[in-house]
């Protein structure tokens, strides 16, 4: 079978696909599949056993379907993991039949007029001036908080530079919360910089930055002979949905000459909604923003967008590769977004949400943002209602931090009770429950998270959730005994 991908041979094969995708659902009959890792691992080993089988599509397919955490199911709750819409899945399907790369305008002459029309159209919604601001699509929050801090270390320190070459005591900085995600060490690393450039902030209870702390944090890095390049400012932390205070960690950026990126990975689906913009009043005053629409916008991964304020910004990323965009090509009015990109080869993942917004509209969207942030405050009230369940804070976008909290047991009774009770969970394919950490040092900060981002599931989904939790969390503790 060697037809290329054209609608006469997808027909059948995508049919095919349809049927398979049903009942591998159907074995599954749950969130996940039962049995743990070992258990998954034999059966794909047995799926992949079979060689140059005509129906390996069917197979496979169906092996896959049912080896999935369904984002579907309203039992699979642990992760900033959508189900993504129909019509974005459908979409999709076209980009991957077509085969389009942004890396230049003649391998993909629509992609890239339509990726320009939406970041103009993104820039709007985040307040930045279409005219004047750039972006890109990427894989994620990981690629784009790179990027974020790469143009802030270019635009405040004038370019890629050797540390060893610095001003004695300069040392560049980066200032983000506690709570901020593990990229933006991991950048600083491959920026050069170091993980140990990264100063954390410290967060209040519901993970949200410390504004004082860090006006102190960026006069003490000042005293120490260091240079703050940026401030990222979270919104939408992973763990509590957490919105950093934006307008006052742009005053304290700019006091300091340096770069505000907010990290809108999560938080950014907010802008979807009336009811919810207003937690990110003040975005607009970033240099940078990075927005993952596979998370709060249910698109299928990778659906991220980097936006900058000013398009000048971008100047260290820009490329000239003569046979992807000479100059001349340029000129002659063909437009290049290399310079837009860390990647060459580029998918045009823009069209599934454009297609998406044209379909549903913002209104729409916002609709989906809506249910889900009210299926998290009734999730809220019936843990606060359970007896033995204990809410750390109250949602704010639309997840559910908590924890299984029987009487009598101590901090490091809890912490193995409540890793023990989401594995249980997990072997038995019951439900799919987040486990975090809160910041700090010691026993009794792990906690349970819902990330509730179906917003078809109800209230009576999440009510038999923590119905599940409960009795997970009796049976372990009948195997652990009771001690604290």
Same mark, same amino acid.
């Given at each position: 079978?060697?037809?290329?991908?054209r609608?006469?041979a997808?027909?059948?094969?995508?049919e095919?696909?349809?049927?398979a995708?049903?009942?591998?659902a159907?074995h599954?009959?749950?969130?996940?599949p039962?049995?743990?890792?070992?258990?998954?691992?034999?059966?794909?080993?047995l799926?992949?056993?079979?060689?140059?089988?005509?129906?390996?599509?069917?197979?496979?397919t169906?092996?896959?379907a049912?080896?999935?955490?369904?984002?579907?199911d309203?039992?699979?709750?642990?992760h900033?993991?959508?189900?993504?819409?129909?019509?974005?899945?459908?979409?999709?399907l076209a980009?991957?039949a077509?085969?389009p790369s942004?890396?230049s305008w003649?391998?993909?002459p629509?992609?890239?007029t339509?990726e320009?029309?939406?970041i103009g159209?993104?820039a709007g919604?985040v307040?930045?001036?279409?005219?004047?601001?750039a972006?890109?699509?990427t894989?994620?929050g990981?690629?784009?908080?790179l990027m974020?801090?790469m143009?802030?270390?270019?635009?405040v320190?004038?370019?890629?530079?050797?540390?060893d070459?610095?001003?004695?005591g300069?040392?560049?900085?980066?200032?983000?919360s506690?709570?901020?995600?593990?990229s933006v060490?991991?950048?600083?690393?491959?920026?050069?910089?170091?993980?140990r450039?990264?100063r954390t902030?410290?967060?209040d209870?519901g993970?949200?930055m410390?504004?004082d702390?860090?006006?102190?944090?960026l006069r003490a890095?000042?005293?120490?002979?260091?240079r703050?390049?940026?401030?990222?400012a &979270? @919104? #939408?932390?992973?763990?509590?949905?957490a919105?950093?205070? /934006? $307008?006052? %960690?742009?005053? +304290?950026?700019?006091?300091?000459?340096?770069?505000l990126?907010v990290?809108?990975a999560?938080?950014?689906?907010?802008?979807l909604?009336?009811?919810?913009a207003p937690?990110?009043?003040?975005?607009?005053?970033a240099d940078?923003v990075?927005?993952?629409?596979?998370?709060?916008?249910?698109?299928?991964?990778?659906?991220?967008?980097?936006l900058?304020h000013?398009?000048?910004?971008?100047?260290?990323l820009?490329?000239?590769?003569?046979?992807?965009n000479p100059?001349?090509?340029?000129q002659?009015?063909y437009?290049?977004?290399?310079?837009?990109?860390l990647?060459t080869?580029?998918r045009a993942d823009?069209?599934?949400l454009?297609?998406t917004?044209?379909?549903?509209?913002?209104?729409?969207l916002?609709?989906?943002?809506?249910a889900?942030?009210?299926?998290?405050?009734? &999730? @809220? #009230?019936?843990v606060?209602?359970?007896?033995q369940l204990? /809410? $750390?804070? %109250?949602p704010? +976008?639309?997840t559910v931090v908590?924890?299984?909290?029987?009487?009598?047991?101590?901090p490091a009774?809890?912490?193995?009770?409540?890793?023990?009770?989401?594995?249980?969970?997990?072997?038995s394919?019951?439900a799919v429950?987040?486990r975090?950490?809160?910041?700090?040092?010691g026993?009794?900060r792990?906690?349970?998270k819902?990330?509730l981002l179906?917003?078809?599931a109800?209230p009576?989904?999440?009510?038999?959730?923590?119905?599940a939790v409960?009795?997970?969390?009796?049976r372990?503790?009948?195997?652990?005994?009771?001690?604290?």
């Amino acid at each position: 079978m060697n037809a290329l991908a054209r609608p006469e041979a997808l027909r059948p094969l995508v049919e095919l696909v349809l049927t398979a995708l049903d009942a591998g659902a159907a074995h599954r009959g749950g969130p996940l599949p039962p049995g743990g890792p070992g258990l998954i691992a034999g059966q794909a080993r047995l799926a992949l056993s079979i060689q140059h089988d005509q129906d390996a599509l069917l197979r496979l397919t169906e092996f896959l379907a049912y080896g999935s955490a369904d984002p579907a199911d309203p039992a699979c709750a642990a992760h900033l993991h959508c189900p993504p819409l129909a019509v974005a899945v459908a979409a999709d399907l076209a980009v991957s039949a077509l085969n389009p790369s942004l890396d230049s305008w003649d391998q993909a002459p629509a992609a890239v007029t339509l990726e320009t029309e939406l970041i103009g159209e993104l820039a709007g919604l985040v307040g930045f001036d279409p005219a004047h601001a750039a972006g890109v699509l990427t894989t994620g929050g990981t690629e784009s908080n790179l990027m974020g801090l790469m143009l802030a270390r270019d635009q405040v320190l004038g370019g890629a530079v050797e540390l060893d070459g610095l001003p004695p005591g300069v040392r560049p900085v980066v200032l983000a919360s506690a709570a901020a995600h593990f990229s933006v060490q991991r950048a600083a690393a491959l920026l050069g910089l170091g993980e140990r450039a990264v100063r954390t902030v410290p967060v209040d209870r519901g993970l949200r930055m410390d504004p004082d702390a860090l006006a102190d944090e960026l006069r003490a890095a000042v005293r120490a002979g260091q240079r703050p390049i940026a401030v990222v400012a &979270t @919104a #939408g932390t992973t763990d509590t949905g957490a919105v950093d205070p /934006l $307008h006052r %960690a742009a005053d +304290l950026a700019a006091e300091h000459g340096a770069w505000l990126h907010v990290d809108a990975a999560y938080g950014g689906g907010a802008l979807l909604s009336d009811r919810l913009a207003p937690l990110l009043d003040g975005i607009a005053r970033a240099d940078s923003v990075s927005l993952d629409w596979h998370k709060f916008g249910w698109q299928p991964a990778a659906a991220g967008v980097f936006l900058v304020h000013r398009a000048e910004t971008y100047a260290s990323l820009s490329r000239r590769a003569v046979y992807l965009n000479p100059a001349d090509d340029e000129q002659a009015g063909y437009p290049s977004l290399l310079g837009r990109s860390l990647r060459t080869t580029r998918r045009a993942d823009a069209f599934k949400l454009l297609v998406t917004l044209r379909t549903l509209g913002r209104k729409g969207l916002g609709a989906l943002v809506d249910a889900c942030h009210e299926l998290a405050l009734a &999730t @809220a #009230g019936a843990v606060e209602a359970a007896e033995q369940l204990e /809410l $750390h804070c %109250a949602p704010v +976008l639309s997840t559910v931090v908590f924890r299984y909290h029987p009487p009598g047991v101590g901090p490091a009774g809890l912490d193995r009770l409540n890793g023990e009770l989401r594995r249980e969970l997990l072997r038995s394919g019951r439900a799919v429950v987040g486990r975090t950490e809160l910041p700090g040092q010691g026993p009794g900060r792990v906690r349970l998270k819902l990330t509730l981002l179906n917003p078809h599931a109800t209230p009576a989904d999440t009510d038999a959730l923590l119905a599940a939790v409960l009795a997970a969390g009796q049976r372990v503790r009948d195997g652990l005994g009771e001690q604290g």
